[in-house]
């Protein structure tokens, strides 16, 4: 993707880019219309981009005001600096342009499908969740004493970009009624909290030498008394390791994402207008992936 090409793929090792393309096969709706596919697929691989570009000041620099400017950039157009003082050259971080020309990707090929008219609404709420999550997610690190399972399975999930997918793959599925959108839709919330615990799995060791709380490993630590807010905010990284280790956290996101998967084939029994069922092969590899990483 010239995109990558251009900004040397973000700092990120090019395999990163390769997974998320094979992700974003393996949970694909089969009623995608053929003709679509290719550009569908461009534009969630550009969403991931976004995605990856915003987590990292939500994640990483923990950067609130950076953060809101770059979640101002969909659905609002042209994004402008604040007007500088007089004399003071206007300044903006080169993420916004990124950003910005990102968007622009992911709007030109979603439009182009045959319901965005009727699903944009759908997608410009979907994002808003998004966002959320990463807001969220600077909260948390900015003050770890908040931290708690409930909400963090609420909000967390929608970092995998799972519901966003799922309302693109609709606007391409003229074939799915409306009467089954809502199926599908929630369905998805349950493959998406699989998403995002098949990655906690696989990511939750490095977060600790960053002091990144955010992640649900913490969340189920805390929700099985395991651990104490004071614990996560001050124990050195590798006794963070060894308790988080001991506090069995991995088998909880386990037995979660059991739980997930019940309850997307109870939903998906319920579709007539396409194999959902088919997705979960997918999501069982997406974890497979995650378990032998």
Same mark, same amino acid.
């Given at each position: 993707?010239?995109?990558?090409?251009?900004?040397?793929?973000?700092?990120?090792?090019?395999?990163?880019?390769?997974?998320?393309?094979?992700?974003?096969?393996? &949970?694909?709706?089969?009623? /995608? !219309?053929?003709?679509? +596919? @290719?550009?569908?697929?461009?534009?969630? =691989?550009? $969403? %991931?981009? #976004?995605? &990856?570009?915003?987590?990292? /000041? !939500?994640?990483?620099? +923990? @950067?609130?005001?950076?953060?809101?400017? =770059?979640? $101002? %950039?969909? #659905?609002?157009?042209?994004?402008?600096?604040?007007?500088?003082?007089?004399?003071?050259?206007?300044?903006?971080?080169?993420?916004?342009?990124?950003?910005?020309?990102?968007?622009?990707?992911?709007?030109?090929?979603?439009?182009?499908?045959?319901?965005?008219?009727?699903?944009?609404?759908?997608?410009?709420?979907?994002?808003?969740?998004?966002?959320?999550?990463?807001?969220?997610?600077?909260?948390?690190?900015?003050?770890?004493?908040?931290?708690?399972?409930?909400?963090?399975?609420?909000?967390?999930?929608?970092?995998?970009?799972?519901?966003?997918?799922?309302?693109?793959?609709?606007?391409?599925?003229?074939?799915?009624?409306?009467?089954?959108?809502?199926?599908?839709?929630?369905?998805?919330?349950?493959?998406?909290?699989?998403?995002?615990?098949?990655?906690?799995?696989?990511?939750?060791?490095?977060?600790?030498?960053?002091?990144?709380?955010?992640?649900?490993?913490?969340?189920?630590?805390?929700?099985?008394?395991?651990?104490?807010?004071?614990?996560?905010?001050?124990?050195?990284?590798?006794?963070?390791?060894?308790?988080?280790?001991?506090?069995?956290?991995?088998?909880?996101?386990?037995?979660?994402?059991?739980?997930?998967?019940?309850?997307?084939?109870?939903?998906?029994?319920?579709?007539?207008?396409?194999?959902?069922?088919?997705?979960?092969?997918?999501?069982?590899?997406?974890?497979?992936?995650?378990?032998?990483?």
């Amino acid at each position: 993707m010239r995109f990558l090409e251009r900004h040397g793929s973000l700092g990120r090792d090019p395999f990163l880019w390769r997974w998320a393309q094979r992700g974003i096969r393996l &949970v694909e709706l089969p009623s /995608v !219309a053929p003709e679509h +596919r @290719d550009e569908l697929r461009t534009a969630k =691989l550009l $969403a %991931v981009v #976004f995605n &990856v570009l915003v987590d990292d /000041v !939500a994640d990483v620099e +923990r @950067d609130a005001a950076l953060l809101g400017r =770059l979640a $101002a %950039v969909p #659905f609002a157009g042209a994004l402008r600096s604040a007007r500088p003082r007089e004399g003071e050259a206007p300044r903006e971080d080169r993420r916004e342009g990124w950003a910005r020309e990102l968007w622009q990707g992911i709007e030109a090929r979603a439009r182009a499908l045959p319901l965005a008219r009727e699903l944009w609404p759908a997608l410009r709420f979907d994002y808003d969740q998004v966002f959320t999550c990463m807001r969220y997610s600077v909260l948390i690190n900015e003050e770890p004493w908040l931290l708690n399972a409930q909400e963090h399975r609420l909000y967390a999930p929608h970092n995998m970009n799972m519901m966003v997918f799922a309302t693109l793959d609709l606007m391409a599925s003229p074939g799915v009624p409306r009467e089954e959108w809502g199926l599908v839709r929630g369905a998805f919330v349950h493959a998406q909290a699989m998403g995002q615990l098949s990655n906690m799995m696989v990511t939750w060791e490095r977060e600790i030498a960053a002091r990144d709380v955010s992640s649900g490993v913490f969340a189920e630590a805390l929700d099985a008394g395991s651990l104490d807010p004071a614990a996560i905010a001050s124990l050195p990284p590798r006794e963070l390791h060894a308790r988080m280790l001991a506090s069995g956290a991995e088998a909880r996101l386990l037995a979660h994402w059991h739980q997930h998967r019940a309850s997307f084939a109870r939903l998906a029994g319920r579709v007539r207008s396409l194999d959902l069922e088919s997705l979960l092969a997918g999501l069982d590899e997406l974890l497979r992936s995650a378990q032998a990483a």
